[in-house]
């Protein structure tokens, strides 16, 4: 029997509009607190140079992320206020080899401490993928990890913007098979430089919070 795709292909609402967005808290070290619940929270997590400052700041519609060339910049977890109302979080990007064995393994500590701490108040989690490569080991890693805590992400899918159609269709359809593996809700492809998966990801957003 053929695999029901899990390529998000839903009527798309309207989307949330952004009328103030801040950096609300950083956590950065294991005493800091975080903050208040709100209307909840939406995570975004990925390895490093997966353009997920990129796509932060495509969903807000105005550079708040800090997009930087080298890989794993950054290190603490970022709480983006939007509207007054709840927030996107931004977590640190794993994964670089570059990056000494102590910066990994605090990498994780923070990552650890957020979920442990926090999923309880996490609505949805984006987990971002590079399109145009095979599934990572880290990747993989990751969608282990959260199949044991029992999250169920998004996968975002970047970059699509540097591939043709024949490649994304390709890499779509590899997509859907290897991630058939994991307990994942849906895969968007996106692209912060064409806004492609932009209103879709907006569309889980505004679906989550009218749930309340």
Known sequence: MKQESK??????????????VELEKIIAKPNDKFPEPLQGEFA???????GKSSLLNAILGKKVA????????????????VNHKFYLVDLPGYGYARTSKKDREEWRKVIERYFSERTWNMKVLFALVDSRHELMESDAQLFEW????G???????????????????????????VLSAYKIKRIIPCSSLKKEGIDRIWNVISE???KE
């Open 146 to 149: 959260l199949d044991i805590l």
């Open 151 to 177: 999250i169920e992400p998004i996968v975002a899918l970047t970059k699509i913007d540097k591939l043709s159609n024949t490649e994304l269709k390709r890499q779509i359809d590899y997509f859907e098979d």
């Open 7 to 20: 390529i998000e292909n839903q009527k798309i609402v309207r989307p949330i509009k952004v009328e103030s």
């Open 66 to 81: 800090f997009v930087s060339k080298n890989p794993g910049k950054t290190r603490t977890i970022n709480y983006y206020l």
């Open 44 to 50: 975004f997590v990925g390895r490093s140079n997966v």
């Open 208 to 210: 989550e919070l009218s």
